[in-house]
């Protein structure tokens, strides 16, 4: 193999590892990305059940056609009111919320569910399992397809145990509503459930489009460039002249001029080499002159 083609190799050998090395660094930055969207979305969820369950229920005088659900009826001064607790409320603005432009979609969804359209996916169900195993996690996170999925845990505490905890504790409306058997149970510190947040992903050839563009591909083609003009000009044709001037010394021509910066002033090993065969010179023709004499 000629050094140039031994220099070919190693070149792209170093471009896959390079190109490798970054590929996962951008995936990871990729995950990083999404994941702090996922989580805003999530915290966004997560104030707005606090906000409702701060006030216990939300109350409304109209049931818009998309959304007829509620738990409770009130009757004041001749107007019905209907109370949308912090769970319902969130169903209802996360199916809005899903409908708009925004990128993430979400659930609040359980393993218990009591409202069969919050039913958990297979990703769902596994991210809950793992929550109810390791209370510690934060968050549990993957692609699935084109999606990355994101879930974070929803914990039990007191103040839901009047409709999580024992059927005989819950109002009324629940039970009319939802039936005594459904997401009860509960004991404080008890994962209920889960934000679930969908984001799509961005796939290997958009990635790949980031490259796509006029600089960086002019800095590839320019480091191309810069290593074949190295090679050629720095190795191989200075290579080629000394291989061609030692040749003509060894068939006797002792007078061939050798061009080369001296050792001294230069750290290059081709010169160095020149140097060696310039001293192999000048030793064969003393000794020449010598057997003349
Ligand atoms: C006033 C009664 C009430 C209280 C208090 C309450 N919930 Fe619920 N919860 C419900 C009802 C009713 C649903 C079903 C809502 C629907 O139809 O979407 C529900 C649904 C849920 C769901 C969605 C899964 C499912 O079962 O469909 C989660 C998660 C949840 N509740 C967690 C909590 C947590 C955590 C608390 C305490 C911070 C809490 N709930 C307090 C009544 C209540």
Redesign the pocket.
């Known amino acids: 193999m000629s050094i140039r083609l031994k220099y070919v190799l190693v070149f792209l050998l170093t471009l896959a590892l390079v190109g490798g090395a970054f590929t996962i660094g951008l995936n990871t930055l990729r995950k990083e990305v999404l994941r702090n969207e996922a989580e805003a979305v999530a915290d966004q969820v997560i104030a707005f ?1 606090a906000w409702v ?1 701060g006030t ?2 939300v109350w409304v005088n109209k049931l818009a056609p998309d959304f007829p ?1 509620w ?2 009826e009130r009757k004041c001064a001749g107007t019905t009111f209907y ?1 949308k ?4 409320a ?3 603005l996360s199916t809005i919320a899903n409908k708009t432009a925004m990128r993430a979609t979400y659930l ?3 393993d ?7 039913q958990p996916d297979a990703f769902e169900k596994e991210a809950i399992g793992i929550f109810k195993e390791d209370k510690a996690r934060k968050f549990v996170d993957g692609y699935v397809g084109n999606t990355y999925r994101y879930a974070r845990p ?4 007191k ?6 905890g024992q059927p005989e504790d ?2 009324r ?2 039970i009319e ?2 039936g005594s058997e ?2 009860f149970g509960y004991k404080v510190g008890d994962v ?3 934000v679930s947040v969908k984001l799509p992903t961005q796939s290997w050839q958009d990635l790949l489009m980031i490259f796509a563009n006029p600089v960086a591909i002019g800095m590839i083609v320019f480091a191309f460039l810069v290593n074949f003009l190295f090679t050629q000009n720095v190795i191989i044709k200075r290579l080629g002249k000394l291989t061609s001037d030692v040749t003509a010394i060894a068939k006797g021509k002792l007078s061939t001029p050798l061009q080369y910066t001296d050792p001294k002033k230069s750290n290059d090993e081709i010169d160095h080499a020149y140097h060696a065969v310039d001293l192999l010179k000048k030793s064969m023709n003393i000794l020449l002159k010598r057997l003349k004499k």
């Open positions: 059940r369950a216990g229920m659900d738990l409770a109370g607790n912090p769970a319902l969130t169903r209802e609040v969804t359980s218990e569910y009591r409202q069969p359209k919050n929803i914990f039990v505490k103040s839901c145990l009047k409709c999580h819950a109002p409306e629940v509503k939802y459904k997401a209920r459930g889960i």
